[in-house]
């Protein structure tokens, strides 16, 4: 049933041999040195060109015959009770063929659904919007946290307080760590709210027969809206049927059935038609989720060599009016520190909900954690980057901060002049971690067929990192054939189950369930292959598309050949996810050092380049890698400098819910950005794949922070760090 | 061991949630079966299936707490 | 978007006449138009397409060295033109930093000169502020970091047009062509401040249209610089900007100065009091600062937007410096 097996695991400097037991027909763990033809080399998207033409079918260009449009009403109000909704006059306007009522009692962030149509075009529907008579009864609201705050402020929740009961994490005695503290560090640090902005917004096509329903869908989970609707609906999930052959980006906004989704299959089968229902952008920014905003009160002590000795942070976060605006995890996480308390609460605020998004609440505690020891390092008189190696819990970090200071030229530029002319130079070097492991659940089928081609098949989604690429990858290394034989097969609910997309689990949890089917399906072919060259199929080896007998190479047959042989149309197998088992470590480490050039004179901030270094067990693809970096980066560029969901205090209303207003870095922002990658053989896996999503992100902000910090020689502790809060700090020095 | 990074696999997994409770980790099962809620998560974002909102058809907040509690009466036992 | 339909004109004078109905828009580049269209701040039931007329998108030099631009020229045509990048540098430059390559090629001169404020509760449609009829200027009370630090009130947008500092203070002209024929008007007035009207932004008469862009001949040896200051690199508007025009003479000494701001008042914003200490003096570093002391001199900013004060100094100091080719800094 099991075998042990001995593999040699860890990274350059710190390898060792580990025993895993592992079932007896899941192939050996990858582990140091392993030779491989596929994986580890740069290879393009295998749907580069198709995206690149526009001819990748996304949810938002699917069209069916007859399809309607659908469109949803929000309130105007950020806190009312609705007294009434009227959709009769909405429902009588020619070209209108359904309308439903969502308002439930009380509206409680202004952008939340109170109705919807369909109707046979979208302006149509919109027209139909504007006939819905609505009686709102408004009532007093808070927008910004620190009212919210405030004992006499307006209560968003009738059934209790705004402000939540702290969350708690507790370790060693804190109080005795800043006595022994030689310096310390008392500051309050604030991150403002961001929103996703995935390019595709969320939204549904919807499509019934009789009591089957297929819905088109912009998901990280088609698994996950699959059982929603079948819940939602009372059917069986087998009647549900849920393709997302491409996503336009999620950052954590997409799982599950939204709101969109589920208006889009109701109007459908008020209609009997098929309904397609896009939100507009500014109905994602306020509607579909964002990073909570936080404030962080942070004291932090050390000893005189920058040994940490006490941290303490006090957090306050708001994710609308919903919750988890945590941000106390890397605290924990980061560094060594033997006395640490935490205490985050949640506040909530007359504003949509938050939902996860990259990496939850580490970019915010990363931010505030890393300016606060940049601010200690220089009490206490040490280099920065030494004092974090001080507190390096990591063996695999250390390494990495010297590959990355060695690259950046840490030692000069942390010491160069800053001034030239207005302009101060300034360089930042913060850390990351995560736990990009997989979980349960995957299965893969891998299939042959007659000529030659293999399909893998997984109900996963390619969130735009690359997936369908990495499995195919995975798949022709297993079996030896090259990658242009083999096409990835992902996105729809009709293969076998795969998990969502998110907590950078899809690389780790998809890939051994896609190598585990690639063995099963090598072995059958083996066992075809057996009598045609006249030996055992255990005696056989596959690679470069030609089969042969290990001892005897010129016994050989094209894979191409062999697959004539298939007696029916193709051959299949499947393969799961196998528990995580032992291994070297599930952790993941990484830093980033950042440049950054601010204009004394205008408080402008341009970030020149970043340095990252990061591991991920397995690199299957490090074009795809790199480009994981790089949007990791962008997005904490964004998140430093410039992103900020503003709500007009007076009406509740976001100001700035467009692509104008809300400001994204664009190409002229985008630093030049080097990455670099520690292999690391874990052995958690038979892939040992560990995944980069949220570990690539989590210290870009960081690092910028620190970096202006040290070009003006002044922390400016709130984000984003725009130009009127860089000449406050400039002022203030 | 506190000082480590989050690590989803690695909790035990709670039982005993309304079976509408909705979070990133509901998705996800634990090897026994069941869904990977955590209430000790501060970063956990809940909704509830039935409105899609942060709060319940009773209108009240929803969370891994207040929809474990088998006497509000909106709540759905799991299978 | 409300349906609309899209009308050619056979000429001029037909088009100033269909522009005259109610609910008529004119439609060039359409980029701010698809944006009021798409935002439901505006909902016209016919667009009159410009286009269609010959002859409107082309730079011509005019004896005596006028160059006339027409309406319909783009941002990037303005800026790529070899006669205006030499003649007129900053007005190249003010076009070429709008926006992005993609705009630059569909929007156009007349168009930037018309469109209408960016201010986010303006193009906010569940907003009525006081520009849409309503009674009050939510900046006022609101957030209000990018709006005008100078001129404002009752209104406190800022004038979104990049090339109109610049052709103020290339003392550029305008031919307004309507329904009772061509008029023409300095640049500097074709802009309308929000006390005697904050509903609008410029003096167009229904029907009317700018049909040429006319540039005079810089001074002899005038030398010209554009500078703006934006929060990103790529795409966004400015927190500043500001046009400088200087010629000096063999001594050093300022003979004729033009400074103009953009993006700090809700029109574009000349500065006479520059203008005044830069006249007759010698040019140097210090001089340049105390001519851009006095260019904002008469600041009033709002809550959250004082910082714009120093920024656009700054680009004042900074434009007159380069327009006088002395070093910024101490080499």
């Known amino acids: 049933m099991a075998r042990r097996v001995t593999l040699r695991l860890g990274f350059e400097g710190g390898l060792r041999d580990v025993v895993v037991t592992i079932p007896d027909d899941e192939p050996a763990p990858w582990q140091w040195g392993e030779k491989f033809s596929v994986v580890g080399v740069d290879t393009p998207r295998l749907d580069g060109p198709l995206k690149a033409a526009g001819r990748a079918p996304y949810t938002y260009d699917i069209q069916l015959p007859g399809m309607l449009h659908g469109a949803i009403l929000r309130s105007p109000y950020p806190h009312a009770r609705i007294r009434s909704v009227d959709l009769g006059v909405a429902r009588r306007l020619d070209g209108v063929r359904a309308a439903l009522d969502r308002s439930g009692a009380a509206v409680r962030f202004a952008g939340q659904e109170v109705a919807a149509v369909a109707a046979v075009t979208l302006e149509i529907a919109r027209d139909a919007l504007r006939l819905v008579k609505v009686d709102y009864a408004p009532m007093p609201f808070v927008t910004a946290m620190e009212d919210a705050m405030r004992p006499d402020a307006p209560a968003v929740f009738e059934s209790g307080a705004n402000v939540g009961a702290p969350h708690i994490n507790e370790i060693g005695n804190v109080a005795a760590g800043f006595e022994t503290a030689a310096a310390s560090v008392d500051a309050v640090y604030t991150t403002p709210v961001q929103t996703h902005v995935s390019l595709e917004t969320h939204g549904a096509v919807a499509s019934w027969n009789g009591d089957e329903l297929t819905v088109w869908c912009s998901t990280q989970g088609i698994f996950g809206v699959r059982d929603d609707l079948a819940v939602h609906f009372s059917l069986p999930p087998e009647n549900v049927r849920v393709i997302t052959a491409y996503l336009g980006g999620g950052f954590g906004s997409k799982f599950g059935a939204g709101h969109e989704v589920i208006i889009a299959a109701e109007l459908a089968r008020m209609a009997r038609a098929p309904v397609k229902l896009m939100l507009s952008r500014a109905e994602e920014h306020v509607a579909t989720g964002n990073r909570p905003c936080s404030q962080q009160h942070v004291r932090i002590g050390a000893a005189r060599d920058g040994a940490l000795t006490a941290i303490e942070l006090e957090q306050h976060g708001s994710g609308g009016i919903g919750g988890g605006s945590g941000s106390a995890v890397p605290y924990l996480a980061l560094y060594r520190c033997p006395n640490l308390r935490t205490r985050e609460r949640n506040v909530y605020i007359n504003a949509g909900p938050a939902s996860p998004m990259r990496a939850p609440g580490w970019p915010q505690g990363c931010f505030a954690l890393e300016l606060a020891i940049d601010e200690l390092a220089r009490k206490l008189n040490l280099d920065r980057l030494e004092m974090r190696r001080r507190n390096n819990p990591s063996p695999v970090r250390a390494l990495e901060y010297d590959i990355g200071a060695r690259a950046f030229g840490w030692d000069q530029r942390a010491r160069a002049p800053k001034a030239r002319g207005p302009i101060r130079r300034g360089v930042g070097v913060a850390s990351a971690a995560w736990h990009g492991i997989g979980a349960s659940g995957p299965q893969a089928q891998c299939v042959a067929f007659r000529d030659g081609r293999v399909a893998v098949r997984i109900g996963t989604q390619d969130v735009g990192t690359g997936t369908r690429t990495i499995i195919a990858m995975v798949a022709a290394e297993e079996l030896g054939v090259p990658l242009q034989s083999v096409t990835a097969e992902i996105g729809d609910t009709r293969y076998l189950f795969s998990l969502p997309s998110g907590g950078s689990m899809t690389a780790p949890s998809t890939t051994p369930a896609v190598r585990q089917a690639a063995a099963h399906l090598k072995g059958k072919l083996l066992r075809l292959a057996a009598p045609a060259l006249g030996a055992a199929p255990e005696d056989l080896v596959i690679s470069d598309g030609v089969v042969r007998v290990r001892a005897e190479p010129d016994r050989a047959i094209e894979f191409a050949d062999l697959c004539r042989r298939i007696p029916g149309d193709s051959l299949a197998a499947d393969g799961e996810h196998v528990p995580n088992y032992g ?48 949007g990791g980066i962008i997005m904490g560029v964004g998140f430093a400098l410039f992103e900020d969901r503003l709500i007009d205090p007076q009406t509740g209303l976001m100001v700035n819910p467009t692509m104008d207003d809300y400001k994204l870095p664009g190409v002229l922002d985008t630093p030049e950005i080097r990455a670099y990658f520690v292999e690391v053989a874990n052995g958690i896996t038979n892939t040992g794949v560990l995944g980069m999503g949220e570990a690539v992100h989590v210290a870009a902000t960081a690092a910028i922070g620190c970096a202006v910090a040290d070009a003006i020689g002044a922390p400016v502790r709130d984000l984003p760090l725009t130009p009127d809060r860089v000449l406050a700090a400039i002022g203030g020095v | 061991m506190a000082n480590e990074p989050a690590n989803p696999s ?3 997994p709670a039982a005993g949630f309304c079976a509408m409770l909705r979070t990133k980790f509901s998705y996800f099962r634990a090897p026994g079966g069941a869904r990977l809620i955590d209430p000790a998560s501060a970063t956990a974002c809940y909704s509830c299936m039935r409105t899609q909102r942060p709060f319940g058809p009773d209108d009240r907040p929803v969370g891994a707490d207040s929809c474990r509690d088998a006497d509000r009466a909106c709540f759905v036992p799991e299978d | 978007m409300k349906q609309f339909a899209v009308v050619a004109p056979a000429d001029l004078a037909s088009a100033t006449r269909m522009l005259a109905e109610p609910n008529r828009s004119a439609l060039a580049g359409g980029v701010d138009l698809l944006d009021m269209l798409k935002q439901e701040l505006a909902a016209p039931a016919e667009l009159v397409n410009l286009k269609a007329l010959g002859g409107l998108d082309r730079i011509e030099s005019v004896p005596g060295g006028v160059l006339r631009i027409g309406p319909l020229v783009t941002l990037n ?31 156009t001169v007349g168009g930037n000169l018309a469109q209408r404020p960016r201010c986010w509760y303006f193009r906010n449609p569940d907003i009525v502020c006081l520009k849409k009829g309503g009674t009050k200027c939510y900046a006022v009370a609101g957030l209000n970091r990018y709006h005008a630090i100078l001129g404002g009130g009752p209104s406190f947008i800022v004038h979104p047009s990049n090339l109109a500092p610049a052709l103020i203070a290339c003392d550029a002209s305008l031919a307004l062509n309507g329904p009772d024929g061509e008029r023409k008007i300095a640049v500097g007035d074709f802009f309308t401040s929000p006390k005697v009207d904050p509903r609008r932004e410029n003096v167009l008469k229904p029907g009317e249209i700018i049909a040429a862009i006319e540039v005079p001949a810089p001074p002899t040896g005038a030398r010209s610089a554009y500078l703006e200051a934006r929060e990103k690199q790529s795409f966004d508007w400015p927190l500043a900007a500001a046009v400088a025009i200087l010629a000096l003479n063999r001594a050093g000494e300022v003979v004729h100065a033009r400074i103009v701001m953009g993006a700090v008042a809700p029109i574009p914003w000349r500065a006479p009091s520059a203008e005044k200490i830069l006249l007759g003096a010698k040019l140097d570093r210090a001089l340049a600062d105390r001519a851009a002391e006095a260019a904002l001199a008469g600041a009033a900013p709002l809550a959250h937007n004082a910082y714009k004060i120093p920024i656009a100094r700054a680009m004042v100091r900074r434009a007159i410096l380069r327009a006088g080719g002395v070093a910024d800094e101490p080499a």
């Open chain 1, 583 to 630: 291994g070297y470590s599930t952790a993941q480490a990484g830093c980033q050092f950042a440049g950054v050039e601010v204009d004394i004179e205008t408080g402008i901030v341009r970030v020149t380049d970043f340095v990252a270094v990061h591991d991920a067990g397995v690199i299957v693809d490090p074009l795809t890698a790199r480009s994981q970096v790089n």
């Open chain 3, 77 to 107: 045509q303005l800026a790529a033109a070899p006669a205006v990048r030499e003649r007129h540098p900053a007005l190249a430059d003010s076009a070429a930093q709008a926006a992005t390559p993609q705009v630059r090629n569909l929007a």
């Open chain 2, 10 to 12: 690695a909790r035990e």
